[in-house]
């Protein structure tokens, strides 16, 4: 996927002029061994060209991690550290930056070998908020090579939603469709995460498609489309040249439109109209572009796309948008959940995640082109063709999202869970989630906060870094809610319940 960031982290060490440098030293080389034995060694920057102890030394480092090509910079408190010259290198360096300290290595050198970090770090803070420069401090930021290495490999998906949202454009094909007003997007807070959007017509998106008309490239396209739903040879369904010819539709108006931007995401407006011009449905190929790293979210949802760019920041693996669209019947959950799993889910725990087929393949049993049977009931069937799906691959999962609300306010949630080995006995792209404690979540946050009923996910269990990442791009750690476990009540739930 070369549409989210590749994160290369700058160390640079920082001594109080009162101490050894040499401490800082020692302990940043440390540091940097042990997340080359631990990780990936590609992805940090031992800075060798000083231990920054003056602000002159400030200036050498940041131009080195620079020419290193750094987008994200470490602070490493090997000491006390120089609270003034350490918080200017983060006020200049443009990518987002974390300060983790070290912590005293043996009881046997505590006299010429302490060096007070754990002090210093509470200086850099104080120091951070007086310059108003936001940085990354990991909940445990004191600590050994060893912890320390775990805490920047922490940072990377942080740094890589960060970077990618500073260099996103979102393009939407709108506007949403009628009676569609919970997919209302108050733009302002893109603009305020550094996001650019451009909102193109449908008319746009037809014009070009209908350009597209005889494109070399289709015929490749269409027999990529069919080796991957295990088509064979003359057998391949007729609408798959309709579909690679919107595919390329739409990876050329993203190489064309992208402008400044390195990352790209779409929304498009994929009903009513859409079958009546096109004679197909879009959702098999915003698959196959999910697939390539780039996110189309189905019905205008600006912040639906949005929301699985951060999660394919942060997991670097695919995403999909679900409807949190209906429960599960009593009987199914009788019958097939009850009792049969390690966590012992209620049934207010479960409900199914659905759309009607825009999830990648690769996470579903059996995946197999359809046609979208909702709009069937009010458009020809074979206007409806170009779904894809099949039951979503059990295994855990991060449901989340990122909205503007009505009132213009940065709002999320993340909830952790899996999808149920379970056969769902429907239709589109749809699984069996079970979430501890969703029925009280759905009603205590989903609900009383006003998000619409897109939801967006991770196929494994991000909540960390998504918690961490949603924080650092300036959602109020107040307005992320997340699945409280029972007992632990929310504001808006009744006491006596």
């Not at 104080?126 to 090579?145: F, M, S, W």
């Not at 597209?212 to 289709?218: M, Q, Y």
């Not at 699985?308 to 199914?332: A, F, H, R, W």
């Not at 009603?443 to 998000?451: A, T």
Request: net charge negative; hydrophobic share 35%; proline share 5%.
């Amino acid at each position: 996927m070369n549409n989210i960031p590749v994160v290369k982290v700058g160390i640079v060490g920082v001594s109080r002029d009162c101490f050894p440098a040499s401490l800082t030293t020692e302990r940043r080389r440390a540091l940097t061994e042990a997340y080359a034995r631990k990780y990936r060694a590609e992805d940090i920057y031992e800075c060798p060209v000083t231990i920054i102890e003056s602000e002159t030394d400030m200036v050498k480092a940041l131009e080195d991690i620079k020419k290193a090509g750094c987008n994200a910079l470490c602070v490493y408190l090997g000491n006390f550290g120089p609270e003034i010259s350490e918080t200017l290198l983060a006020k200049h360096f443009e990518g987002p930056k974390m300060f983790i300290a070290a912590a005293e290595e043996t009881q046997n050198n505590l006299i010429g070998g302490r060096g007070d970090a754990y002090c210093g770090m509470l200086n850099a803070s104080y120091n951070l908020a007086l310059r108003n420069v936001k940085a990354y401090i990991p909940e445990e930021p004191v600590g050994d090579a060893e912890d320390l290495a775990d805490r920047i490999h922490e940072f990377l998906p942080i740094a890589r939603v960060a970077i990618g949202l500073s260099s996103l454009k979102i393009i939407s094909f709108g506007p949403r469709p009628a009676n569609f007003l919970a997919c209302n997007a108050p733009i302002k807070q893109l603009y305020n995460l550094n996001v650019e959007i451009e909102e193109e017509s449908e008319l746009d998106l037809y014009e070009a498609y209908t350009k597209h008309e005889g494109d070399g490239r289709i015929s490749g396209v269409a027999a990529d489309m069919a080796k991957e739903m295990g088509y064979e040879a003359g057998k391949e369904p007729a609408m798959l040249p309709k579909l690679a010819q919107y595919e390329l539709t739409l990876l050329d108006w993203v190489e064309e439109h992208r402008g400044y931007r390195q990352y790209v995401a779409l929304t498009t407006k994929c009903w009513p109209a859409f079958q009546d011009m096109f004679r197909f449905v879009p959702c098999y190929v915003n698959s196959r572009l999910m697939r390539r790293g780039i996110p189309v979210s189905c019905e205008v949802d600006i912040y639906g796309t949005l929301s699985e760019y951060i999660g394919l920041c942060i997991s670097q693996d695919e995403t999909t948008l679900l409807d949190i669209n209906n429960s599960v019947p009593k009987d199914m959950y009788e019958e097939s959940i009850k009792g049969k799993f390690a966590y012992h889910y209620k049934f207010s725990d479960t409900f199914m995640g659905f759309h009607c087929g825009n999830t990648c393949s690769g996470k579903l049993i059996h995946p197999h082109l359809s046609y979208q049977r909702i709009m069937a009931n009010t458009h020809p069937a074979e206007w409806c063709d170009g779904t894809i799906e099949g039951d979503i691959v059990p295994g855990d999962i991060t449901f989340y999202r990122l909205q503007s609300t009505a009132d213009n306010c940065l709002r999320a949630y993340a909830a952790e869970g899996e999808v149920l080995p379970v056969a769902t006995r429907s239709f589109g792209s749809i699984g069996v989630f079970a979430i501890p404690e969703m029925g009280r979540f759905y009603r205590h946050w989903l609900i009383e906060k006003n998000f619409p009923h897109h939801g967006a996910v991770m196929f494994g269990h991000y909540g960390k870094a998504l918690f961490d990442a949603l924080k650092y791009i300036g959602v109020k750690p107040e307005e992320i809610g997340y699945n409280h476990p029972a007992g632990d009540r929310y504001s808006t739930e009744n006491p006596f319940s």
